[in-house]
């Protein structure tokens, strides 16, 4: 094998700093504690077929640690060290290497040890020309596995989607969810299979306080780990600073950087309410059609999304009024600004509906859509309907303290009107079931319904399949 500083003389890459991301290629320890990620399951599973992996995700939502887990899993199932190599394209020459395919190959032909090599490219979008140079690696074959990550889908579509159709599988990164942080602090609650009402009655008290203060701070997980509530503000200030410094202003190049903050702030206080996109540009003093393209931006950069009204025949409802949403609440309470305790907060209703959300987009299996339902006349309102072809799952947030398991308004003419398989309604901390014609309406507390992801998704699975 050829030593590395003759690799260096045939490559732009600077192979000190090289070695420093990649230890164990020089068998230095590559230990670290992490907080357990699921998609590292869909990832490793992943590694036997041959397209590019795409990983996406927010700033700092935790993508570089899971490929750092995926090259530990890759190492633990006995792949040679040498045959893994992780890029960071900010590194000095690593952009250099990446857009000339030829040095690239001698590079890995000369440090890879084995037939098959492991490539990880960490900020793809920064390369000139990502999506040539991974069809280029893609096409000539050669035992090459690639897996690249980003914080901007709008900038890795728009530069790879022509080279990469039909080559690439996309995995997007959320935030820590609610239900990772109970297997992290309560496992055996994580682990257990029983119906809601079982579940609540076992964990129920130890779920409150979990849930009310993953409902302020959220699941980044530098801001989870944060020893102090000071800690905890200042690691979100700064996520949303250089997401604005280098996102916003270096590589989407917004043009008016104060309207983004404005808009983005006036999307925090709206959390949960219909608006139009005039009415927005009012509030944030520019145009619709300067507020639909940050909108997009942000909804492309991982930070907002939107639910639009669901309508079917049966039924008369709003079609051109969106709901915006952030994908991580402590990013939106940051953007109010506030992260007062849940039982303090005047906004403490669209705090939990933020919750609902987030938690819901993250185990939405990819023919599954967000809606909200409200009708015209009558102004009868569902937060979510989550839809699958033909069937819907409709959810309503009453974040009150319920005596008995009576239907909200909107949510009972939907029922009556649809007849869905199952309905929730997600309460402070009442739990119950009754069935109303064909429908099974669950009443579940806010951390009994979102602390295990398997059951959530059971729960969709029985609705929608």
């Known amino acids: 094998m050829v030593c590395l500083h003759q690799i260096e ?27 357990p990620r699921r998609e590292l399951e869909t990832l490793a599973g992943w590694m036997d077929n041959p397209y590019v992996v795409v990983v996406t995700g927010a700033r700092q939502a935790g993508k570089t640690t899971l490929l750092s887990m995926l090259v530990q899993r890759l190492l633990a199932t006995g792949v040679p060290p040498a045959d ?14 990446f857009s000339n395919p030829g040095d690239l190959l001698r590079f890995l032909r000369d440090a890879k040890s084995g037939p098959r090599a492991y490539i990880l490219i960490d900020e793809v979008q920064r390369l000139p020309n990502p999506g040539l140079a991974l069809k280029v690696l893609y096409d000539l074959g050669a035992g090459i596995k690639i897996v690249v990550s980003g914080s901007s889908s709008l900038e890795i579509r728009s530069t790879t989607r022509e080279h990469l159709v039909g080559r690439s599988r996309e995995l997007i990164l959320y935030p820590l969810s609610f239900s990772d942080i109970v297997r992290q602090n309560i496992p055996a609650a994580s682990r257990n299979d029983g119906d809601f009402d079982a579940f609540h009655r076992l964990y129920g008290e130890s779920l409150v306080p979990l849930f009310v203060d993953f409902a302020v701070w959220g699941g980044y997980p530098a801001v989870v780990t944060a020893p102090s509530a000071a800690e905890r503000a200042e690691q979100l200030r700064q996520i949303y600073d250089t997401y604005v410094t280098r996102d916003v202003s270096q590589f989407l190049r917004v043009g008016r950087p104060d309207v983004y903050n404005r808009l983005v702030r006036t ?61 991580d609440c402590g990013m939106r309470n940051s953007a109010v600004p506030s992260l007062a ?14 919750v609902v959300f987030q938690e819901l987009l993250k185990v939405l299996s990819v023919t599954d859509e967000l809606h909200y339902w409200r009708t015209k006349g009558t102004a009868d309102e569902v937060d979510f309907v989550v839809t699958r072809g033909d069937r819907i799952l409709p959810i309503e947030v009453k ?10 308004g909107g949510l009972a003419r939907l029922v009556e009107d649809t ?10 901390d009442f739990v119950a079931q009754r069935t109303v014609g064909t429908t099974a309406v669950h009443f579940v507390p806010e951390g ?18």
């Open 9 to 35: 003389e045939v490559s732009a890459i600077d192979i000190e700093i090289f070695n420093m991301r990649n230890p164990w290629r020089t068998g230095r320890p590559f230990e670290h504690s992490w907080l």
């Open 399 to 408: 974040d009150t303290h319920f005596s008995e398991p009576s239907l909200p």
């Open 419 to 428: 007849h869905p398989r199952h309905a929730v309604v997600v309460t402070r």
């Open 84 to 97: 893994i190599f992780y890029f960071s394209v900010d590194d000095l020459g690593a952009a250099e290497l």
């Open 448 to 465: 009994t319904f979102l602390a295990r992801r398997d059951t959530l998704v059971q729960l969709l699975d029985d609705a929608l399949g």
């Open 341 to 354: 305790a849940l039982d303090s907060r005047t906004d403490r209703g669209q705090v939990v509906e933020q």
């Open 267 to 327: 999307l925090a206080l709206q959390v949960g309410s219909q608006m139009t996109w005039e009415g927005l540009a009012n509030e944030v003093r520019s145009s619709s059609e300067t507020v639909r393209h940050y909108v997009a931006m942000l909804q492309g950069t991982y930070v907002c999304e939107l639910a639009m009204p669901f309508s079917s025949n049966k039924l008369t409802g709003l079609r051109k009024t969106p709901k915006a949403y952030f994908v």
